[in-house]
């Protein structure tokens, strides 16, 4: 199986600055197994766009997936009781 790519936007890569150490390493983990199995299991599509969410702990990872260029967008990075603001 050819692995897809990781594409993180400015914006998420600027709310990644702002996680804590105790739980940077895990969303990082988290964020390059998408590049073996974008639609790992527990991954849900959110309703009314083309974007999926995985669950890291009390944190989200919103992301899109391009799968005629192998290639994962991570849209969105941030605490459950912001990230869908």
Do not use: C, F
Request: aromatic share 6%; glycine share 6%.
């Amino acid at each position: 199986m050819a692995s897809y790519s990781l594409v993180i936007k400015k914006s998420a890569e600027k709310e990644l600055r702002s996680v804590p150490n105790t739980d940077l390493s895990r969303l990082v983990d988290r964020m390059q197994s998408l590049t073996v199995n974008p639609r790992l299991h527990g991954a849900e599509t959110l309703s009314g766009e083309d974007t999926y969410r995985i669950r890291q702990g009390g944190w989200r990872i919103i992301y899109s997936i391009d799968d005629s260029a192998r290639l994962v967008d991570i849209v969105n990075i941030g605490h459950r009781r912001d990230v869908y603001r």
